[in-house]
């Protein structure tokens, strides 16, 4: 590597390291804090732009085709419309390559080619048939039995972290029959075919309504995330439901679509240097001239124990040891732009599985090209790469990264 190329990556993975220990401390530490408030005004939000119907229609497909385990994956797709040459319509479709066990993309591939057939089905037919849809959702939710179970062990961890607290002598009753409710939910759906049907039957009842009440005022974040698995469960059926209703509306694209897989690289491998493993040398050679800082500061600014949970964080980091990512929206983004592909009705969007982090918001921006905007859930993830070839990279991409470095 050259002196730039090493000063640019140091850069990157210094900031955003120091992006996500803040986030880290700042979810961690004493939520009360009016300065810690005021902190996250400057934060980089949550993004949730008004979706166009393709758009929508390309993140439900990407949804029913994200099926590896963990729940960690995202699976990506978007369209290429190559006039004057026939077939004319191509779904590309990039996975994260986080198993190392088979092939994923192959077999999201091969689950976007039986959804496009039996979409295409659906156009053909006067009346959109339950039947139908119900046929891609069970075939998808099978073929991501893992994935729900999950979510399922990760609600039922949950729930009970939420039991303890109710049990407490001062907790009210409506938390009892609202978590007796989900339990129930849980219990009584075995399959992962009913459990997935059911949490999506949930979201319309007055149960849901309450959980969201509660989930608004939860300062410890657990009915958050019960809002938020039971979402996840009941994501494949209303993929599955808005695809059915809206195949008709796209039967010109879906009439004889070709489907290919996004060639991805072997991830580039950097380290950062040892010293960055101190939280106080990574947030002063990170911050410093500009801001001060120091383990009374952070405390100040964070609450009386924000220094120790952004250590312990950063070791953390360290102990999972340094595997780079390519994320599945980036590596699209990229792929678009290098081969200078046109997409499907000048609509410049990618469909995923779940909404970006904030390293893919920032590189869709910054690439030229000016890709739609998609939801975004902000997060910092360490480990992320520039998407393309391993190092060393291009002058270009040299540049986007030290503009995503500066906004970070
Ligand atoms: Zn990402």
């Avoid at 986030?23 to 996250?40: A, D, P, S, W």
């Avoid at 209703?245 to 489907?259: C, G, M, N, R, Y």
Wanted: charged share 30%.
């Amino acid at each position: 590597m050259t002196d730039v190329v090493t000063e640019t990556y140091e850069r990157f993975y210094n900031s955003l390291l120091v992006q996500h220990i803040l986030q880290h401390v700042r979810r961690h530490t004493e939520k009360k804090n009016h300065v810690l408030r005021n902190q996250r005004e400057t934060d980089r939000k949550p993004s949730k732009p008004k979706r166009t119907t393709w758009q929508m229609f390309l993140d439900s497909l990407s949804v029913l085709c994200d099926h590896e385990n963990g729940g960690e994956t995202v699976a990506a797709i978007a369209v290429e419309r190559t006039p004057r040459i026939k077939p004319d319509v191509t779904f590309w479709i990039a996975v994260n390559q986080r198993s190392r066990k088979g092939s994923p993309a192959l077999h999201a591939r091969d689950h976007l080619v039986y959804l496009l057939q039996g979409l295409k089905r659906i156009t053909l037919q006067n009346e959109p048939g339950e039947g139908m849809m119900l046929d891609l959702f069970y075939t998808s939710v099978d073929k991501a039995k893992n994935r729900v179970n999950n979510y399922r062990k990760k609600l039922q961890d949950v729930l009970s972290a939420v039991k303890d607290r109710a049990d407490e002598p001062l907790s009210d009753a409506p938390d009892k029959l609202l978590l007796e409710i989900i339990e129930t939910l849980i219990d009584e759906n075995k399959t992962v075919r009913s459990l997935c049907k059911k949490s999506s039957d949930f979201r319309s009842t007055d149960a849901a309504r309450e959980l969201a009440r509660r989930a608004r005022r939860d300062q410890t974040g657990s009915w958050k995330y019960i809002c938020h698995f039971i979402g996840r469960l009941g994501a494949w059926l209303k993929a599955a439901r808005f695809l059915a209703e809206h195949a008709a509306d796209f039967a010109d694209i879906l009439s004889s679509p070709q489907t290919k897989i996004v060639p991805s690289e072997d991830c580039g491998k950097f380290a950062p240097p040892a010293e960055m493993w101190e939280l106080e040398t990574l947030l002063s050679r990170t911050l410093q001239p500009y801001y001060e800082v120091s383990k009374d500061r952070l405390d100040h600014l964070f609450g009386s124990n924000a220094f120790a949970a952004g250590s312990a964080q950063l070791k953390k980091c360290h102990g999972k040891g340094w595997r780079l990512q390519e994320h599945a929206e980036a590596s699209m983004a990229r792929f678009f732009y290098t081969g200078n592909r046109r997409f499907m009705n000048e609509e410049r969007y990618i469909g995923c599985s779940k909404p970006s982090c904030m390293c893919c918001e920032l590189y869709m921006e910054i690439l030229p090209g000016a890709l739609e905007q998609r939801p975004c859930h902000g997060n910092a993830w360490t480990q992320w790469r520039l998407p393309g070839p391993s190092l060393p990279v291009r002058e270009e991409e040299i540049t986007i990264l030290q503009r995503m470095t500066d906004r970070l």
